[in-house]
Nanobody, 121 residues
Framework: QVHIVESGGGLVQPGGSLRLSCAAS????????MGWYHQAPGKQRELVAS???????NYADSVKGRFTISRDNAKNTVYLQMNSLKPEDTAVYYC???????????????WGQGTQVTVSS
């Protein structure tokens, strides 16, 4: 069993910053992907940023230059530093972690519970 805990959301004014954290614990095998998605009301969940086991990062065009994803392998934790926030960044942010079991190659996909980010004056 794997437990995912997100934190760091909240209300911030335009131009402000927030840092999201997502920690995984439990029966974790090899993590090969950690990412953040967001979902605004009435819209589909979209990838915001991701980082793989080689530390390759990928960002949605809308957040490039403003958001930074990073990971702490020792803590099985992924972070999303969000700067220069805009009202259109308002959404529920979900952490996603993918693992693989060496030997069997079986893959697992885990989601956090979501954390609300609201950017408003």
């Amino acid at each position: 069993q794997v437990h995912i805990v997100e934190s760091g959301g909240g209300l911030v004014q335009p131009g402000g910053s927030l840092r999201l954290s997502c920690a995984a614990s439990g029966s974790i095998f090899s993590i090969y992907f950690m990412g953040w998605y967001h979902q605004a009301p009435g819209k589909q969940r979209e990838l915001v940023a991701s980082i793989n086991s080689d530390d390759y990062t990928n960002y949605a065009d809308s957040v490039k230059g403003r958001f930074t994803i990073s990971r702490d392998n020792a803590k099985n934790t992924v972070y999303l530093q969000m700067n220069s926030l805009k009202p259109e960044d308002t959404a529920v942010y979900y952490c996603n972690i993918k693992t693989v079991v060496g030997g069997t190659g079986k893959r697992y996909n885990y989601w956090g519970q979501g954390t609300q980010v609201t950017v408003s004056s």
